[in-house]
C-alpha cells in the first residue's frame, strides 16, 4: 500500500521497518536511472507493564519514555490516572480498566494495557463474643478475641486478623490489643482488620464484646432425712434443693457434685440427683453448679 510521488520521490503509507528500493530515471537525451534502497524508521516501542495495587496501578515503561497516559475506555467510578506516570489511584478494587500510552517523537505510538485492581479479602461481619464473668460481676474480663478470626476470615489461609481500639488504629494497623485481652466496659466495640498476607489489601469490620453476668448460687438449707436404723446413711433427693439454689430462676440448670473441682470443671455430675446415698456418714457436703446454658 505504500505510494510514492513520481515527481518528488516522496513514499507516503508505508510501512514502519520496511526496506523498499526507489528507481530514479532521468528523461532528457542521455537518460539514465539509479536504484536507492532504504529502511523506513520503527515505531516508538510503547511496551509497558501494570502492577496492580489495592486502590489502582503503578506503571513500568520498558519502551520509549516521554509520553502521556489515559484511560482508553474513561471510568465512571471516580479512577484517577497520573498523564505522566500512568498511576491510577482511587480505583475500585476488583475493577478492570485499560490504559492507552501514547508517545510524541517522530514515529509516534500508542499501546493499551488492560489490568484488574487487587480486591479487598472477603471478610464475614463477626457475631458478638459472648463470654461469662469473671468471679468480680462488672463486666469486665479477660477475653480470647481470636476466638473470632475463623469467622471473621471464613478459614482463609492467606489472611490475617488484628484488633483495635478506633477505627484509625485499625486503617493504620496500629496499637494492636493484645490476646488475651480484657475489655474496658461491657458491650465494648473493638475494630477487626482483616490483611491479605499475598497482595497487602485489607478490609475492616466491627466485632462487639458481651459479657454475661453469671448466675447467681445462693446458699440452701441442709438437706435433712430421718434415719430410721440411726446408721448415719439415707437417700437424699438433691433437686429438692434446686429452688432454693437457683432463688426460683427456671432458666438455669443445677447439677450436684461431691468435689468442689469437679463443679467447676462441670464434670462427674451425680446422676440421678434425686436418689442420692451419702457417703460420708451423719453430715457431707456437697457442691452444687449452676449454669446458665
Given amino acids: 500500500g505504500a505510494l510514492i510521488d513520481v515527481n518528488t520521490g516522496e513514499i507516503t503509507n508505508a510501512s514502519p521497518d520496511t526496506s523498499y528500493s526507489v528507481s530514479y530515471t532521468t528523461n532528457g537525451i542521455c537518460a539514465s536511472s539509479e536504484v536507492v534502497t532504504f529502511d523506513t524508521l520503527s515505531l516508538d516501542d510503547v511496551s509497558f507493564s ?72 472477603s471478610i464475614n ?24 478470626d475463623s469467622e471473621v476470615t471464613g478459614g482463609n489461609p492467606d489472611y490475617v486478623v488484628s484488633y483495635h481500639e478506633t477505627p484509625s ?28 498476607v499475598v497482595t497487602g489489601c485489607y478490609d475492616t469490620t466491627t466485632l462487639e464484646l458481651v459479657v454475661e453476668q453469671a448466675p447467681v448460687a445462693f446458699s440452701p438449707q441442709p438437706l435433712l432425712y430421718c434415719d430410721p436404723d440411726n446408721d448415719g446413711f439415707g437417700v437424699f433427693d438433691l433437686t429438692a434443693a434446686d429452688a432454693e439454689i437457683t432463688g426460683g430462676d427456671a432458666t438455669l440448670e443445677v447439677s450436684y457434685h461431691e468435689t468442689e473441682a469437679n463443679a467447676d470443671n462441670g ?13 460420708t456418714e451423719d453430715v457431707q457436703t456437697l457442691y452444687a453448679r449452676v449454669e446458665n446454658p
Fill in 267 to 279: 464434670v462427674d455430675a451425680i446422676v440421678p440427683a434425686t436418689a442420692y446415698g451419702n457417703i
Fill in 169 to 196: 488504629d485499625a486503617d493504620l494497623g496500629q496499637d494492636v490489643l493484645p490476646v488475651p485481652y480484657t475489655n474496658t466496659v461491657n458491650n465494648q466495640v473493638v475494630h477487626v482488620r482483616v490483611e491479605d
Fill in 50 to 121: 501494570i502492577t496492580p495495587t489495592c486502590d489502582g496501578g503503578l506503571v513500568t515503561i520498558t519502551g520509549v519514555p516521554g509520553g502521556t497516559f489515559g484511560f482508553n475506555t474513561p471510568p465512571i467510578d471516580g479512577a484517577v490516572i497520573d498523564f505522566n506516570t500512568g498511576a491510577v489511584t482511587n480505583a475500585t478494587p476488583g475493577e478492570t480498566y485499560e490504559i492507552q500510552y501514547t508517545t510524541s517523537g517522530s514515529c509516534a505510538n500508542s499501546n493499551v494495557v488492560q489490568f484488574t485492581v487487587n480486591s479487598l479479602p
Fill in 125 to 148: 461481619a463477626p457475631t458478638p463474643l459472648e463470654v461469662c464473668d469473671d468471679g468480680v460481676p462488672d463486666g469486665i474480663t479477660v477475653m480470647d478475641l481470636s476466638l473470632k
